[in-house]
């Protein structure tokens, strides 16, 4: 396919990709990426929220041009049962600022633009080309890739793995085991579309303002699992995502779920006049740092969602993506420098890099958060319709007096899960959480 | 798009209307996932007449499971979901082909 030899070869360019391909290219690496889809992007799915942090790190005044949505000012949590929810709603002015630190963003616009950068940098980007399998020396260190472009191979000193959740290629070559369906949710999402203004009044928002809401109840009929909406410039991001071990033992399909989330009465005027134009599903690894496999080896290391890099509690996973991606790259750059071999215990010092950084403390400082979602279904249905009631009884005024109300709202959480059950979830959280 | 279907139950919602938003290159007389032939499906296999998200698979008059992939939104579930039975052959579709996210 391609004669010549690469320093690098990407696989894939969604965040962790792109990031990798652009901090090696920036530093000089000749760096060929290659992307299934026809433009990148075109494969890729998130909700989706940027977090600026990341990107800076990589490209400081990506302001200047990269397709922003809304910066977000003001975070809604709900707990919802079938008719109401509870909110914890935090809108802050100081959001507004010079430089914002979340902005919500359409992906396959900002994947775009993030390629060509990357491009820019000096990468080579090979669209609609598929990685078929690795090819490794016969001591089984990795060279290069072949594709579908007839067969054709490419060969480079390592393969960075930026693949994606489902990536087959990694898989396949025998680096890590299949995902399991218990650390895996699928979300399906939709776009609806919006005049600026409605949506501007609909969220009392003004200017690039942006709301995003993430909710969690019996919306996923039990499942563990949670829905989301972010506001857009002119469209409205709606999904909503479960454990697909979840999905398998119950009855309810995924459209199913999103379509009454969307008719709920504490969204349907959200969305109320709007247009969908798509309507997508993707895979996102929830099993977190237990799931979490071999991250590198002799000529290849793994990013993004690919090696699990998801923190499923704070809905982070293209910041973990996109640093993961960079310290991958100047991982390579440094040993390079060094004129060091690209071999597995000279990457092992990729895992002390990021060992150093949020990735990794995230990760491990919520190791126990996806077992005990998964095996505490209360959280997702119990609670939330506790809490309503609870609500609906305190703000009711009927003429009961109030020491008789705190008395029934009592009543009601020990009959819904006894004293004994309320003490022990939530000291198993607190312990999850630590 | 509002108007699809029922609202909190359980009877289907048709997601047809909804993948014809979608763009997609198909890959004619190629399909990516293709499932070996049974006599009996799995329960896992049976589970994704429901779980598919682009509802890919059905039940055939002799209760088998059939998938037309056209739709496919390429999540990868079905994949999972199988991987411990092997009644799938699942591929990603040749560069270039399959579903294109306007948005994603």
Redesign the interface.
């Known amino acids: 396919m391609i004669e010549e030899r690469f320093d690098a070869i990407v696989v894939g360019a969604g965040p962790s990709g792109n990031a990798a391909a652009y901090t090696m290219a920036k530093e000089g690496l000749k760096v060929l990426q290659l992307e299934r889809g026809e433009y990148p992007g075109s494969k890729n799915v998130q909700g989706a929220i940027l977090y600026a942090d990341a990107l800076e790190k990589i490209i400081p005044d990506f302001r200047e041009d990269a397709p922003l949505e809304r910066h977000v000012i003001e975070q809604r949590l709900w707990t919802m049962d079938n008719g109401s929810h509870v909110g914890m709603h935090y809108r802050s002015d100081d959001f507004n600022e010079e430089r914002p630190n979340r902005y919500t963003i359409i992906r396959a616009q900002f994947d775009r633009w993030f390629s060509g950068k990357v491009r820019e940098a000096g990468a080579v980007l090979l669209c609609e080309t598929t990685v078929t399998e690795l090819l490794r020396d016969t001591a089984g260190r990795v060279i290069g890739v072949r594709t579908d472009r007839g067969g054709g191979t490419a060969f480079a000193d390592i393969v960075i793995l930026g693949e994606g959740v489902n990536g087959l290629v990694g898989q396949r070559a025998g680096l890590r085991p299949e995902l399991k369906p218990d650390t895996v949710a699928l979300a399906v999402k939709e776009m609806h579309f919006l005049p600026r203004e409605t949506i501007e009044a609909r969220f009392n928002l003004k200017g690039n303002e942006g709301v995003v809401i993430e909710a969690m109840g019996t919306i996923t009929d039990g499942m563990t699992g949670t829905g989301f909406l972010y506001t857009n410039q002119e469209s409205i991001s709606i999904g909503i995502g479960c454990i697909v071990s979840d999905f398998t033992e119950s009855n309810r399909t995924p459209y199913g779920l999103l379509e009454a989330f969307k008719r709920h009465p504490s969204v349907q005027p959200l969305l109320e006049g709007s247009e969908c134009k798509e309507y997508v599903a993707h895979l996102i690894p929830e099993g977190g740092y237990n799931a979490m496999p071999q991250l590198y080896g002799d000529g290849w290391i793994v990013v993004g969602d690919a090696g699990q890099f998801v923190n499923a509690v704070h809905r982070e996973g293209s910041n973990l993506a996109m640093t993961t991606g960079r310290i991958a790259a100047e991982t390579v750059v440094w040993l390079k420098r060094r004129r060091e071999e690209l071999s597995k215990g000279n990457l092992a010092e990729y895992q002390r890099r990021l060992e150093e950084t949020f990735v990794m403390k995230d990760m491990k400082k919520y190791r126990k958060i996806p077992d005990f979602l998964h095996h505490n279904k209360h959280f997702f249905n119990l609670y939330p319709k506790l809490l309503s009631g609870a609500a609906q009884t305190w703000f009711r005024v009927d003429g009961v007096d109030k020491r008789t109300k705190e008395k029934q709202i009592f009543q009601s959480f020990r009959a819904g899960r006894k004293l004994t059950g309320l003490i022990g979830d939530a000291f198993k959280l607190a312990r999850s959480w630590r | 798009?509002?108007n699809?279907?029922?609202?909190?139950?359980?009877?289907?919602?048709k997601?047809e209307e909804?993948?014809f938003?979608?763009r997609y290159?198909v890959d004619a007389g190629r399909p990516h996932i293709r499932i070996r032939p049974h006599e009996t499906p799995s329960k896992?296999l049976l589970?994704m007449t429901?779980?598919c998200?682009?509802?890919c698979y059905s039940v055939n008059d002799r209760g088998q499971v059939e998938a037309v992939v056209d739709g496919c939104?390429?999540?990868?579930?079905c994949?999972?979901?199988t991987?411990q039975t092997g009644e799938l052959e699942?591929?990603?579709?040749?560069?270039?082909f399959?579903?294109?996210?306007?948005?994603?």
Do not use: D, H, S
């Open positions: 798009m509002m699809i279907g029922e609202a909190g139950g359980t009877a289907p919602v997601v909804r993948l938003q979608n290159m896992a589970a429901r779980l998200p682009a509802g939104v390429e999540c990868g579930t994949r999972v979901v991987a699942w591929n990603y579709p040749r560069g270039g399959g579903v294109l996210f306007k948005f994603g």
